[in-house]
């Protein structure tokens, strides 16, 4: 149906525009501001808007608001990162790091220096974490090639205060921090946090992380031109770890098609199974500034981490009646040392039309690693795919001895750098 079209024109000539009142608004920004200009690390010397590489920054206010209590919390909401559980036979029992489809939790390093073992890490003393996507070898020396992950640590401020948090849950969650800042002078401060829980974990019978850390930290010479900080942190862990869930009953399982899907909540381990971290950090930190513009730092850190564990996680199903569910023991007792001295220099200067910001350094490392290896058994009995019994799993099968057969290794690394950002006029 066509129908005709009438355009009308308005009679008359157009009144002119006039000019309208000005109009102001004021107000004050966010406090819970969710971004981040800079990173910690004085090797990036340009705002990240200016760095020609991808990086990320969880800021104290996401990690508050999002309630993250440990690393992978903290990074589960990350674009190009995944965790794993279960997967390749990972458990809970370290952070399983995937970036850009790279194992990348070899990669994980505390104020620019790299951390030291691999376990469950906490957030309780963490300011912010900084996630470098792509090669980041010429800044952190060896490590994935997807990326690297930077945890600063709180540090004292010239202000006083008392902060903490307190949860209990289902499963018998409970858990509580502290962070305590109080000023010394007009120069120096001191800052406490610490951290205890002892938790089940919702939805995995059995499952527990008990621990608790403490990190005192002193600083000297705030808002002078020489800064001194020390600091010193303890972890002490104790978990029941989770070897996964068996993949019986999914739909891509098709050894025994058209079964349930056993509980999720199904525990397949003993109540034998165990985690325990041990570790002590020292951390001394010096700047001082040469001039305006220019700045050079020292950090010296001497560190040790224990690692020991046993668990028991789930394999292939059999058919039968009842269907059962293979379990393989993993043990592990490593013992981690660490020393490292880093130096660096940021300058700016300028010739000609160019100007250069400069930073440069070396880096000493000594790294020594001890592994002993525990006894084996045969004939660990399968679990009921559907109702495993932690206790069916005796003592003949739970109890560990050293083999004797052990390995000692050391790694020196030197490293230098040098980066120059110029700027045209």
Known sequence: LALPSLAQTASGTATPGGTLPAVQVQGTTDSGDYKADTVSSPKFTQPLVDTPQTITVIKKEILQEQGARTLLEALRNTPGITMTLGEGGNSNTKDNIF??????????????????GNFP???YNIEQVEIIKGPS???FGRGAPSGTINLATKVPRLENFVAGSGSLGTSEQKRGTIDINRTLSETSAI???????DSGVPGRDAVQNKGLSFAPTLALGLNTPTRTFLSYEHVDQNNRPDGGVTTLGLPSYTTIPGQAR??????????????????DMLTARIEHDLAPGSTLRNTTRVARVRHDLML?????????NPITVSRSRQTKWQENELFTNQTNLTTTFRT?????????????IQERQHNRAYNTVAGIPAANAYSPDPAQLTPAFTSLSFSGVQDR????TLGLYAFDTLKLN
């Not at 028991?312 to 058919?319: D, I, L, Q």
């Not at 000609?352 to 000493?364: D, F, I, N």
């Not at 290794?409 to 020196?412: E, H």
Request: glycine share 14%; hydrophobic share 30%.
């Open 99 to 116: 970036m850009r489809g790279f194992d990348s939790s070899g990669s994980v390093y505390i104020d620019g220096v790299r951390d030291l």
């Open 409 to 412: 290794d050391r790694v020196t």
């Open 312 to 320: 028991f996680a789930p394999g292939g199903a059999t058919a039968g």
């Open 191 to 197: 800052r406490f946090n610490a951290m205890a829980q």
């Open 262 to 279: 056993p509980s999720r909540d199904n525990y397949y381990g003993s109540l034998s199974d165990f985690e325990k971290v041990d570790g």
């Open 121 to 123: 890490r906490d957030m």
């Open 137 to 139: 070898g010429s800044e």
């Open 352 to 364: 000609g039309a160019y100007e250069h910001s400069l930073s440069t350094g070396v880096e000493l």
